[in-house]
T-cell receptor, first 119, second 113 residues
Framework: DAGITQSPRYKITETGRQVTLMCHQT?????MFWYRQDLGHGLRLIYY???????DKGEVSDGYVVSRSKTENFPLTLESATRSQTSVYFC??????????????????FGPGTRLLVL | AQKVTQAQTEISVVEKEDVTLDCVYE???????LFWYKQPPSGELVFLIR??????QNEISGRYSWNFQKSTSSFNFTITASQVVDSAVYFC??????????FGTGTRLTIIP
């Protein structure tokens, strides 16, 4: 029962380098999310995906790129890392969110996080 | 726009005391969901509870209880007879018509043995 995993768990890189953080879930959840956690800000949404090949920006998407070719994977790429992207990154997934008069929000379950340091 | 405010940045209590973590939210959506997550020192985020806006009944789970009051836009979390293992950062979060979660900035709870 792996659930949701992230790799690497720790990463040190240099300014300007490209970095990819991996996220994999075994629940076949439709939705996947990337958040970053910084002191004083809580968690902020970077990108999310409703299904394979469907992605959308969150509140802090600049400098990040995502893809979702398979339902179970949702990699996050920092195209040219900056020091301001030093953070803890969390991936999350949730089951289908059903639209309607009342709607239905399934719980988001989080991976263990990736600590990224950009020097 | 949605907003979640956790005004208590840090709280310290002696073991076995009761403690309440406050959460105040803002949303224009008539249907919304509220969540609490726990982040222990190991760093993972652990889901604790989800409530929808149609259900204002308070909930109790062991030593944990939640008080949801739409009139004051609050969703407070109480730990009874606190234990050292309750030491963590606790996040309140909100989602509305859209699937995205809005988090508060968290409350760091320290239980002193």
């Amino acid at each position: 029962d792996a659930g949701i995993t992230q790799s690497p768990r720790y990463k040190i890189t240099e300014t300007g380098r490209q970095v990819t953080l991996m996220c994999h879930q075994t629940w076949s959840h439709s939705y996947m999310f990337w958040y970053r956690q910084d002191l004083g800000h809580g968690l902020r949404l970077i990108y999310y995906s409703a299904a394979a090949d469907i992605t959308d920006k969150g509140e802090v998407s600049d400098g990040y790129v995502v893809s979702r070719s398979k339902t179970e994977n949702f990699p996050l790429t920092l195209e040219s890392a900056t020091r301001s992207q030093t953070s803890v990154y969390f991936c999350a997934s949730s089951d289908r969110w059903l639209a309607g008069v009342q709607g239905h929000q399934e719980t988001q379950y989080f991976g263990p996080g990736t600590r990224l340091l950009v020097l | 726009a949605q907003k979640v405010t956790q005004a208590q940045t840090e709280i310290s209590v002696v073991e076995k005391e009761d403690v309440t973590l406050d959460c105040v939210y803002e949303t224009r959506d008539t249907t919304y969901y509220l969540f609490w997550y726990k982040q222990p020192p190991s760093g993972e985020l652990v889901f604790l509870i989800r409530r929808n806006s149609f259900d204002e009944q308070n909930e109790i789970s062991g030593r944990y209880s939640w008080n949801f009051q739409k009139s004051t836009s609050s969703f407070n979390f109480t730990i009874t007879a606190s234990q050292v293992v309750d030491s963590a950062v606790y996040f309140c979060a909100l989602s509305g018509r859209r699937v995205k979660l809005t988090f508060g900035t968290g409350t760091r709870l320290t239980i002193i043995p």
